[in-house]
């Protein structure tokens, strides 16, 4: 469980460092899968013999990784609200192409805007990706103790 969060935590925040220079909404479709292959790579390192344990270690797993992907958002929206606020050319641009009605011009606002939309992200990420990993790990259960458990292969 330790290692598959600390591997998940790494990915989680490259990953979402990546995605949250372009939007942070972009990165709500993104964690779902991350969360579900943690979880199971949690149990497929530790291979729990219980259920309940199953799940627990998913849940840590998910929430190290979450941390992760938490502090790369944090990093990016900083990142990316320094260079958007000192660009003095992007409002000419934007009305270039035509979307000067989603320039914000001043730079307060901006930050306001970016730093609350990336802490709506961040909190919402957290959330999808440890439910996820406790579904990730009980999914590695269910594939592993179908023998032992028949009812369990019909779902």
Known sequence: MLKAGLIGAGVGFIYVTGLTLISPFCTLCFTPLLGLGVGYLADWFDTPRQASVSMGKGIIAGGMTGMGAITG???????????????????????????????????????????????????????????????????????????????????
């Open 73 to 155: 958002q944090i990093l990016a929206g900083v990142i990316s609200s320094i260079l958007v606020t000192h660009l003095e050319q992007l409002p000419v641009l934007m009305s270039q192409l035509g979307l000067a009605e989603f320039v914000i011009t001043d730079a307060n606002e901006y930050w306001q805007a970016t730093l609350t939309s990336n802490a709506f992200c961040g909190l919402l990420n957290v959330a999808l990706i440890t439910g996820l990993g406790a579904a990730g790990s009980l999914l590695w259960f269910q594939r592993r103790n179908r023998r032992n458990y028949p009812d369990l292969a019909d779902l």
